[in-house]
Structures are given as structure tokens and as C-alpha cells.
């Protein structure tokens, strides 16, 4: 019997999204506080637990690359007993690193697991997909290097040739629009919720 959800669910939910906002901003207590304990997290720039990225983002903080996340409304979908959810969120990625004069824009969609635990929904995984990226030039046209950039998928290229500049690199190939890495997530995540992949 499927459980009725509540519009505060879904507020709720919301709220954890919009919540890395405390990223952008250097609020590392409340960043913590959208993770259940033993969530992970799996971006360009970092794969593992939840809160060593968070002790991560912090240092990130610290050098000459600034982000700023754009966040829009999520996607959600409840599982039938109203425990669990998986929402898909668009955001913009704002990356600047200030000595290289260099940035970019990149749109993606996180994928997350999120579970009500003691009547408190929180992430347990968060995944992204890339769908495109774009330099940015805040100082004035710098030169680039296209072999480096054509390096990754170019749903993402820009943004990992930032992230690698500026001592973050991406390692390994990520989910993109349409990829079988896009498939394959969403699958295992309805699959977790226990409802058919919604494509």
C-alpha cells in the first residue's frame, strides 16, 4: 500500500537541496547536516563519504578557486512505504579561479538518494550528471589548452580543465546526457526507491 506524502516531504526535500547554498558559503556544520551518517558522494572532483568531502570543500575554500551553485526545484519520487526518495535537481556550477583569470559555467543534475530516518529526510548518496560547460573569461581572454580540455567529455570539459588547473583533478570518466553512466545510475537509484527507472 503506497504511502500518502505530505507537501512538508516535499519542502523538506527541497530544502536539502537548496542547502548547498552553506557550500558556497563556508557553512560546513549545516553542508554536514544534508547527509545521513555514511552517505557518499560522487562529483567530478571527489568520490567517498560524505563528510571528508565536506572537510574537502573546506580546503577547496581555501585556494584561488571560488564556485557558487545555482539550484533549481528537484524531481522527486517517493518509494511506496514514504521512507525513501529520489530526486533529480538541475544546477549551475559557477567555478572562478581569481590567478588564472580563468572560469566556467557548468549545468548538471544531481541524483540523489534521500531517506527519512527518525522523521528527518537527509541524503544518503549524491551523484551528478554533466549535460554541458562553458569558459568564462573574468579578466579577458586567456589562452587554453584544447587537447587538455578535449581530455574529458565535453559535457564537462571545461569545468575539468578548471577543477585540474587548479590542483582538483578529475579523474575518470563521469555520467553525461544520454550516457550509459547516466542509465546505469538511475536505475540502480529507482531500483534502491524499488519503483521502474523513470527515465
Same mark, same amino acid.
Given at each position: 500500500? #503506497? ?5 512538508q516531504d516535499r519542502q523538506?526535500?527541497?530544502? !536539502?537541496?537548496?542547502?548547498?547554498? /552553506? @557550500?558556497? !558559503?563556508? #557553512?560546513?556544520?549545516?553542508?554536514? =547536516?544534508? *547527509? /545521513? ?8 572532483? *571527489?568520490?567517498? &563519504?560524505?563528510?571528508? $568531502? ?11 578557486? #571560488?564556485? %557558487? /551553485?545555482?539550484?533549481? +526545484?528537484?524531481?522527486?519520487?517517493? +518509494?511506496?512505504?514514504?521512507?525513501? &526518495? ?13 590567478? !588564472? ?5 557548468? /549545468?548538471? @543534475? $544531481? ?23 562553458? $569558459?568564462? $573569461?573574468p579578466a579577458g581572454i586567456?589562452?587554453? &589548452?584544447?587537447? #587538455?580540455?578535449?581530455g574529458h567529455p565535453c559535457?564537462?570539459?571545461? !569545468? &575539468? ?6 590542483? *582538483? ?7 553525461? %546526457?544520454?550516457? =550509459?553512466?547516466? @542509465?546505469?545510475?538511475? %536505475? ?6 524499488? =519503483?521502474?527507472?523513470?527515465?
Open positions: 500500500m #503506497r504511502k500518502t506524502t505530505t507537501l523538506d526535500i527541497a530544502d !536539502l537541496m537548496t542547502g548547498w547554498i /552553506h @557550500r558556497d !558559503l563556508g #557553512r560546513w556544520d549545516r553542508l554536514r =547536516e544534508l *547527509f /545521513h551518517p555514511g552517505a557518499q558522494i560522487e562529483i567530478t572532483w *571527489f568520490e567517498g &563519504a560524505a563528510s571528508d $568531502f565536506v572537510d574537502a570543500s573546506a580546503r577547496m575554500a581555501a585556494t584561488d578557486l #571560488r564556485t %557558487k /551553485h545555482l539550484i533549481t +526545484s528537484p524531481a522527486v519520487t517517493f +518509494s511506496a512505504d514514504g521512507s525513501r &526518495a529520489v530526486s533529480e535537481t538541475n544546477a549551475v556550477i559557477i567555478a572562478e579561479n581569481s590567478s !588564472l583569470g580563468l572560469g566556467c559555467n557548468g /549545468h548538471n @543534475r $544531481f541524483v540523489d538518494r534521500i531517506e527519512r530516518r527518525d522523521g528527518v529526510w537527509r541524503i544518503v548518496d549524491r551523484k551528478s550528471v554533466y549535460d554541458f560547460a562553458t $569558459f568564462t $573569461f586567456t589562452d587554453i &589548452a584544447p587537447e #587538455r580540455v578535449a559535457e564537462y570539459g571545461a !569545468l &575539468a580543465y578548471v577543477l585540474d588547473l587548479s590542483g *582538483f583533478p578529475v579523474l575518470r570518466t563521469f555520467a553525461t %546526457k544520454g550516457s =550509459e553512466l547516466e @542509465r546505469v545510475i538511475k %536505475k540502480s537509484a529507482f531500483a534502491w526507491l524499488g =519503483e521502474e527507472d523513470q527515465g
